[in-house]
């Protein structure tokens, strides 16, 4: 850019300097980008190192045991596949319930390894599927970035996405959850939409749909993009902006981006008929309308025009009336106002918690806490106001979007702390323009002022202070310009009337910067920087890469392991029958399903509220309502994860009071009260005798005495209220290692009946009887 | 290569077959065992039977082979029978290993089977040898009560003969059945026999005519766990690269008597002598010398609890299931080490190459109902050939790896009911040219190098429709 602003004769040398710089550069960030995408990848390799290649957590098991159908049966049964193995005996069609992105990313994946005969299992392709997306979002946020602010702040904001703690926390290898693939898609979509906002390329909008497809294939948050969208192409339109490219960049993104998401079973007719997507619609019309008025604008006459437009916006404001008291009466009409659950809580933080136990129960859906924030972005915290600003100067189409997009985001993360995810990638970016500026500005001070440079002719310095990264970002312009000269004509005398000017005055400013001051700015940014790499590298090998199927925790006499879990469900697989039923609270269905290979009756998909709350009901009733609730469903076995001998926090007594609640949700005979004494939630002798009878209770502490003799109860810091029973219904047919999970099998009819003879009443009911009741009780079947 | 044979150490089989010698090439009855000793040891789950037989030959002419009889009902558990003779006089003395070989007699009576024992020096008229048989029988305690609960021993019959089946006379005999514990709740008298301690005595028995039978039942306490491998698939993948794979897939059960009812983890881990007493908490596997990279895992994941020893000579691996086994309770698990390559690969005069490796199992104490071992040779191997010191089943398949292009070939062996003691080494012969090892990294360049070319190529294309 400064060359034609030098002196004829300097022309030639400067532009040899220019394009071996250029080249230099470019080979440069590409070798910084590979770098980036390694240690994106090899960041998350510390749980591999330190524990296992094992898949983690809950939902992950899931999508494992849904990708090695696909991977079995093909795509076809995939789509048809109806899932007895869960929900017993409604059972579920995954085909039509699951987002498949995931799934068929990871199964494509392993089929091409297959087919050049490189035999990875599926299992290794889900373990590692994360990193390797993980660095896609990085290249991604680098594209993204470099179309907000150039390349110096793409490496930037790359660099710092890679190693986000809380991108991490999501995407470590095992972590194999739809989160891995779909922030990847949810920038790279962004980044196509602001190159079609740049460049008003068709070309691009027709990718940009189908990276919308595939967030939508993904992730249930595609919603966000789908307004987050919108909302920028109307503050455009507000702000005076509208463009052709702005049409360009939208229409077609609605149009087929609708069309395609619609192709998504789960997502289905829901693309046009729920609220979450009505924004876009909406918008979608204002932009046809001031696109045509703007095209009668540019074909009348000034006069002619303003009466144009009392004309249209007297018959149009007719006609939206019109349109909107259908659609406000068609939303009204239904309870949730056309939008789902999570949706809802969303917009009112406390909608969840009132309405709907079963999202609040979960502890990813609560708000953050601050902490939180600061280990979840650290450093970029504070950043982020800089590359606000940043963003502002100048406030571009692009910089508008990002400034949109994480004001958004922060609003969200605040109402969910999984919603962190969505925001860590604008804060990267935000962060990235803030620090590539900061560097910009203090290095230009700095060569401006060392004296081998200031003595050169201004042009010179200001070629020579001007950075890399935006020298660079010129000429990939100017080059890209070439490529696409009509669209991107506007575009490149924007660019070449705007810096011009502008760096000669801020040149100017920036000489006021004294040296020192600018030396010392840059180490402690580079501190800064620092911390936060060591602040990501720590919570990447502690905090985030734990599998939660395995615990460790270190003594004076080293590393201990605790692998209940799988104990549990080795045993379940190998030694029980292979249609028996297992019954446990809704967390462990995944689980079970895919590492016991067992039916089970709920699970973490909890699509069927009364289904968990039949469940919660039996864990929360006294034995013997317990087992006819379990006897009516079939289950064979119950499993109980159980803390108390080792310390292990999140067993079922933590978990129990959400049991009750979502139980006491739709059978009004549990009342969270009867389980509380004086408001408080104990399990010690003061527990009320409800708790202590109930069949969580009975089933965790059975024989727990004989451990220590004083069933001290290491999670609760107390010994229990009731040590001496004896179960009458239920018999103990395997308890791990370390108690923390504890199968319990049925007895058998026989048994109860012999029990029951003081209640002839219940005794008489024979299976088919206490089937009926079952099934038609469902408002209070146990009394 | 064979393993030199120590006289106990060897072998272990168990289950009770009479044994008889017969001389096919002459009349039965020119042969007579002059004395018989028969010990049954039972204190595991596999019944091993040392018999001891002083082989006369009475008849006119020479004779060089030898039988033994077994009732129909021990042959099927019958895992291998070995014979040793002495060699050498006084001090001096060697053992020898005699070929055996399952005979089919048409006369047999009430279907008893035959093994011929081939003596190295034909046994002339008037001579005699002592022979050394061993014989194992896997399955052959039969769990009684079947079911059993946690706190309960467990208790097991044994079937056999107080008399040696045998086609021949035999002037005198006895048999002692050992048992692992004083605790024999009933047995068969025939007498004389004698309890004392963990042992029984039948006999001696004087001039028991041919096929002389006499049923015995007994009934004591055995609380050695049963581990018995249902499935056993060892894969031994060799690469010229100087690495040997061996992984191995075990489907373990607990043969003993079934689990019944409840199991209490405070039971079990308070009072371990008395409840579970038969479970199968560990196991250990013998393997090679040098390895390295072992893991010990399962279909949804690794098991931690695990040893591994090595030391110059061997290495041991223990390992424990992720639960404790009770009767009945099965688990399947994978494991899986890598060897140097000269330690079992050598080139044989004609310029092949073969490898030497173990067969068997190297859990010990421990039954397998079905091995399957399948060796992998490097691709572009051709003529394999397996040497195996005992029948098996044998074919080739096809084996698809890491970037293979026309498979690799793999040499499959099947036995059924394998015991430790057969863990003899095999041979596979195969001829392999080192040229073949550079197929895959220069395919790798190749494929590289020619990205690169078409990387090249497109960035100074101009595919643009306009000018």
């Known amino acids: 850019m400064a060359a034609p602003e030098s002196s004829a004769a300097a022309v030639p040398t400067l532009y040899t300097n220019n394009a071996l710089r250029n080249a230099f550069g470019g080979v440069l960030a590409f070798f910084i980008l590979l770098l980036i995408g390694v240690m994106a990848f090899s960041i998350r390799l510390f749980s591999v190192i330190k524990y296992e290649s094992v898949i983690h957590e809950f939902d992950p098991y899931f999508n494992y045991r849904v990708t090695q159908f696909l991977a079995k049966n093909g795509i076809y049964e995939f789509w048809n596949w109806f899932d007895d193995r869960t929900w017993y005996p409604l059972g579920r069609v995954i085909g039509g319930t699951v987002y498949p992105g995931l799934t068929l990313t990871a199964g494509t994946i392993w089929w091409l390894l297959n087919s050049l005969n490189i035999p990875l299992s599926v299992e290794t392709v889900c373990v590692f599927t994360a990193p390797i997306f993980s660095a896609f979002a990085s290249w991604a946020t680098y594209l993204l970035t470099k179309e907000v602010k150039g390349t110096g702040a793409g490496l930037t904001a790359a660099a710092l996405l890679a190693m986000v703690p809380s991108y991490i926390s999501r995407s470590v290898a095992g972590s194999y959850d739809n989160e891995a693939v779909a922030i990847f898609a949810l920038i790279f979509t962004f980044y196509l939409y602001i190159k079609t906002l740049n460049t008003g390329s068709l070309f691009y909008a027709t990718l940009n749909s189908i990276a919308y497809f595939y967030m939508v294939c993904s992730w249930g948050g595609y919603t966000f993009i789908i307004n987050l969208i919108p909302m920028h192409v109307l503050l455009c339109i507000v702000t005076g902006r509208f463009s052709s490219r702005l049409y360009i960049a939208y229409a077609p993104l609605v149009v087929l ?120 972005i650290n450093v970029l915290a504070f950043l982020v106001p800089a590359g606000i600003i940043a963003c502002f100067s100048p406030l571009s189409d692009a910089s508008s979007f990002v400034v949109l997009y994480i004001a958004t985001s922060v609003y969200f993360s605040g109402v969910m702390v999984r919603l962190m995810l969505v925001f860590a990638p604008a804060a990267c970016i935000t962060s990235g323009i803030a620090l590539s500026q900061a560097f910009d500005v203090f290095t230009r001070s700095i060569k401006f002022q060392l004296p081998g440079i200031a003595s050169n002719t201004e042009v010179d310095a200001a070629e020579t202070s001007s950075s890399t990264a935006e020298a660079q970002n010129d000429v990939e312009k100017s080059e890209e310009t070439s490529k696409n000269r009509p669209s991107k004509k506007s575009k490149k005398k924007e660019k070449e009337e705007k810096p011009l000017p502008k760096a000669k005055a801020e040149k100017k400013r920036l000489l006021a910067l004294p040296l020192d001051s600018s030396v010392i700015s840059l180490l402690l940014l580079i501190l800064l920087g620092a911390l936060y790499v060591v602040h990501c590298v720590w919570a990447a090998a502690e905090a985030y890469s734990a599998p939660s199927i395995v615990l460790t925790s270190r003594s004076h006499d080293g590393l201990h392991v605790f692998d209940d879990f799988r104990e549990a469900y080795a045993w379940l697989r190998h030694n029980t029958d292979v249609d028996d039923k297992v019954a446990s609270w809704w967390d462990y269905g995944y689980q079970t399903t895919a590492m016991a290979n067992r039916t089970v009756i709920v699970d973490n998909n909890t699509w069927n509220n009364t289904h968990i709350a039949t469940v919660g009901t039996a864990m929360s009733s006294p034995e013997k309502a317990a087992w006819e609730i379990f006897h009516s469903l079939d289950v064979k076995y119950v499993l109980v994860v159980f803390g108390g001998l080792v310390g292990y926090p999140s067993d079922d007594i933590n978990k129990f009071l959400w049991m009750v609640r979502i139980g006491g949700g739709v059978f009004p005979h549990i009342k969270e009260p009867d389980y509380l004494r004086d408001g408080q939630y104990r399990i010690d002798s003061q527990a009320t005798p409800t708790m202590l009878n109930c069949l969580m209770y009975k089933l965790s502490y059975y024989r727990f005495v004989e451990t220590d003799g004083k069933a001290f109860d290491r999670v609760r810091q107390t010994e229990i209220g009731k040590k001496y029973f004896k179960l009458t219904h239920f018999e103990e047919v395997f308890t791990t290692h370390h108690w923390m999970v504890r199968i319990y099998k049925l007895k058998p009819p026989k048994n109860r009946i012999r029990g029951k003879t003081k209640k002839p009443k219940t005794k008489t009911s024979t299976t088919s009887s206490r089937a009926k009741r079952s099934g038609t009780g469902k408002k209070n079947p146990w009394h | 290569m064979e393993v030199p044979i120590r006289a106990t150490g060897l072998l272990g089989f168990t289950f009770f077959s009479l044994l008889f010698f017969v001389c096919t090439s002459s009349p039965l009855h020119s042969l007579f065992i002059s004395n018989a000793e028969r010990r049954i040891d039972a204190t595991s789950h596999i019944v091993k039977v040392y018999l001891t037989l002083k082989v006369e030959n009475a008849g006119s002419t020479p004779t060089s082979e030898v039988l033994l009889a077994f009732p129909p009902t021990q042959v099927d558990h019958l895992a291998t029978v070995e014979v040793l003779v002495t060699k050498g006089k006084r001090k001096k003395t060697t053992l020898v290993r005699l070929d055996v070989k399952p005979t089919e007699l048409p ?361």
Not at chain 2, 199 to 211: M, S, V
């Open chain 2, 107 to 467: 006369d047999a009576p009430d279907g008893a089977k035959y093994f011929t024992i081939f003596l190295a020096n034909p046994l002339n008229s008037g001579e005699s040898t002592t022979l050394e048989v061993l014989y194992l029988f896997t399955h052959s305690l039969e769990p009684f009560p079947a079911e059993i609960g946690q706190s309960e021993s467990q208790l097991v019959h044994y079937r056999d003969s107080a008399l040696i089946l045998s086609p021949y006379h035999i002037k005198q005999q006895t048999s002692f059945i050992k048992t692992p514990s004083r605790k024999v709740e009933s047995f068969t008298r025939v007498e004389p026999t004698n309890h004392a301690g963990t042992e029984i005595k039948y006999g001696p028995y004087e001039d028991r005519p041919p096929y002389s039978f006499s049923p015995i039942l007994i009934h004591f306490e055995n609380n050695s766990p049963f581990p018995v491998v249902e499935e056993l698939v060892r894969e031994v993948e060799i690469s010229h690269w100087g690495n040997l794979q061996v992984t191995e897939q075990y489907t373990l059960v607990h043969g003993g008597a079934r689990h019944k009812g409840v199991f209490s983890r405070v039971d079990f881990q308070s009072r371990p002598t008395l409840s579970g007493a038969s479970s199968l908490r560990h196991l250990l596997a013998r393997l090679p010398p040098r390895v390295h990279s072992v893991y010990y895992r399962d279909e949804i994941g690794n098991i931690s609890s695990s040893h591994l020893r090595t030391d110059s000579r061997k290495s041991e691996l223990e390992i424990e299931p992720r639960y404790p086994l009770f009767g009945g309770w099965k688990a399947t698990f994978v494991i899986g080490y890598g060897l140097p390559l000269q330690d079992f690969l050598f080139e044989s005069s004609d310029d092949r190459r073969y490898l030497n490796f173990t067969f068997g199992c190297p859990l010990l104490e421990t039954v397998v109902d079905k091995l399957t071992v399948k060796v992998v040779l490097p691709e572009g191997s051709k003529d394999p050939s397996a040497v195996v010191p005992f029948p098996v089943d044998q074919h080739l398949e096809t084996k698809y790896s890491y970037l293979d292009v026309v498979g690799r070939t793999v040499v499959v062996m099947e036995k059924k009911n394998l015991v430790p003691v057969q863990n003899s080494h095999f041979q596979v012969y195969y001829t392999f040219k080192p040229i073949f090892m550079l197929a895959e990294p220069l395919m790798l360049a190749s494929a590289f190098f020619l990205f690169f070319v078409a990387c090249v190529a497109y960035l100074h294309i101009d595919l643009s429709i306009r000018k």
């Open chain 1, 257 to 376: 981006g609708t069309l395609l998401a619609a192709l998504v079973p789960v997502v289905g007719f829901n693309a046009v008929m729920t609220s979450e997507h009505f924004a876009s619609f909406l918008v979608f019309i204002i932009l046809h309308v001031v696109a045509f008025v703007y095209y009668i604008k540019g074909i009348l006459t000034p006069k002619m025009f303003k009466v144009a437009v009392t004309l249209v916006v007297s018959v149009g404001l007719a006609v939206c009336c019109a349109v909107i008291a259908v659609l406000v009466a068609l939303v009204a009409s239904s309870p949730t106002k056309g939008w789902s659950g999570r949706s809802l809580s969303l917009l009112d933080p406390t909608y969840a918690s009132k309405y709907i136990p079963i999202i609040a129960s979960v502890s990813e859906h609560q708000p953050p806490t601050w902490p939180s924030y600061f280990m979840d």
